[in-house]
């Protein structure tokens, strides 16, 4: 052959092109910081925690525990809002308007100085397990296996689904984006499933079942989200949920809560602490360890401060 014919210079580019192409993305790591425990003024358990920008954030706990901050997490104030039950929800809108919730749903218009509650939710003995408000006016909640929605603020309801069959999360990925999870497990018997809402949250379909429960899962975008099931198992969607392809099986702990920075790096809480990826979800090594059942959620903000919150208190904070 000859090497400097201009037909060979021609066949290394195509080769060469081609192969850059194909090449998989690698995945690079990310050093986190030292998890620092947070002071948080409380002992009960703490079940939820929600951030708006970097700095306002507030926590939901056992007993009518409330938190929150205003300097990125550092420092807790405890609110009394007057209420005994176990909230297990927290939400914020804004640096003014918080909300947090299980029988019925509580809010703060003052950035937690106040709480009122909204409507009548508490007069039906029945968990709100999960909620968003898109506004001040309108949101959603998941309430014994139905999606309600609201569009006066809160005072009143109406159902945006038929039936949701178990789901018990929510997450919107955009204004129009929006996915519920959950499923049950009953006697030995496990199932899982996914709806989906392109409009906002009027209305809901059924996008996925599963095998088992699906316990937690984070969209990184419309298109590419992790799960994790109730069998220890993470699964990675690439087509906003339509297919999933196992990533992991058999982990060491359940995952409660989990959260990705991006397609490579994410973080979970279980029982044992900590967990961290960084090949999407393929290998998971423990990044924090905690005592007997020690975390519960986890949340990302906007500047990838990772905020954790479970057994007596416990607070973890560290920027990546």
């Given at each position: 052959?000859?090497?400097r014919?201009?037909?060979?210079?021609?066949?290394?580019?195509?080769v060469?092109?081609?192969?850059?192409?194909?090449?998989?993305?690698?995945?690079?790591?990310?050093?986190?910081?030292?998890?620092?425990?947070?002071?948080?003024?409380?002992?009960?358990?703490?079940?939820?925690v929600?951030?708006?920008?970097?700095?306002?954030?507030?926590?939901?706990?056992?007993?009518g525990?409330?938190?929150?901050?205003?300097?990125?997490?550092?420092?807790?104030?405890?609110?009394?809002?007057?209420q005994?039950?176990?909230?297990?929800?927290?939400?914020?809108?804004n640096?003014?308007?918080?909300y947090?919730?299980?029988?019925?749903?509580?809010?703060?218009?003052?950035?937690?100085?106040?709480?009122?509650?909204l409507?009548?939710?508490?007069?039906?003995?029945?968990?709100?397990?999960?909620?968003?408000?898109?506004?001040?006016?309108?949101?959603?909640?998941?309430?014994?296996?139905?999606?309600?929605?609201?569009?006066?603020?809160?005072?009143?309801w109406t159902e945006?689904?038929?039936?949701?069959?178990g789901?018990?999360?929510?997450q919107?990925?955009?204004?129009?984006?929006?996915?519920?999870?959950?499923?049950?497990?009953n006697?030995?018997?496990?199932?899982g499933?996914?709806?989906?809402?392109e409009?906002g949250?009027?209305?809901?379909?059924?996008?996925?079942?599963?095998?088992?429960?699906?316990?937690?899962?984070?969209?990184?975008?419309?298109?590419?989200?992790?799960?994790?099931t109730?069998?220890?198992?993470?699964?990675?969607?690439?087509?906003?949920?339509?297919?999933?392809?196992i990533?992991?099986?058999?982990l060491?702990?359940?995952?409660?809560d989990?959260?990705?920075?991006?397609?490579?790096?994410?973080?979970?809480?279980?029982a044992q602490?900590?967990?961290?990826?960084?090949?999407?979800?393929i290998?998971?090594?423990?990044?924090?360890?905690?005592?007997e059942d020690?975390?519960t959620a986890?949340?990302k903000?906007?500047?990838?401060?990772?905020?954790?919150?479970?057994?007596d208190g416990l607070?973890?904070?560290?920027?990546?």
């Open positions: 052959m000859n090497y014919h201009p037909l060979f210079f021609l066949f290394l580019l195509i060469s092109s081609c192969s850059s192409e194909d090449e998989p993305e690698v995945c690079v790591g990310i050093e986190s910081s030292v998890w620092e425990v947070i002071q948080s003024m409380t002992e009960n358990n703490l079940t939820d929600d951030f708006y920008g970097d700095e306002h954030g507030v926590i939901s706990g056992t007993f525990t409330v938190l929150t901050t205003t300097d990125g997490g550092i420092n807790w104030i405890q609110r009394d809002i007057g005994n039950q176990s909230f297990v929800k927290a939400f914020i809108l640096e003014n308007e918080l947090t919730s299980r029988l019925g749903i509580f809010k703060s218009s003052d950035g937690g100085e106040t709480f009122s509650e409507g009548d939710l508490s007069t039906i003995v029945s968990t709100i397990f999960d909620l968003h408000f898109m506004d001040s006016q309108n949101g959603y909640l998941i309430r014994s296996g139905k999606v309600l929605g609201t569009s006066d603020g809160g005072q009143t945006k689904s038929i039936d949701v069959n789901a018990s999360k929510m919107f990925v955009s204004a129009n984006t929006g996915y519920v999870w959950g499923g049950s497990t006697d030995g018997f496990s199932s499933v996914l709806y989906t809402s409009n949250g009027e209305s809901w379909t059924l996008l996925s079942e599963y095998d088992s429960e699906v316990i937690t899962m984070h969209f990184v975008n419309n298109d590419m989200g992790y799960l994790s109730i069998d220890r198992t993470v699964m990675q969607t690439m087509d906003a949920g339509i297919t999933w392809t990533q992991a099986e058999s060491s702990s359940l995952f409660r989990m959260v990705f920075i991006n397609e490579c790096n994410g973080y979970a809480v279980s602490g900590i967990h961290k990826t960084e090949d999407g979800g290998t998971w090594k423990l990044d924090y360890e905690t005592e020690g975390l986890m949340e903000t906007e500047n990838n401060m990772l905020i954790a919150v479970g057994r607070i973890l904070r560290t920027q990546l």
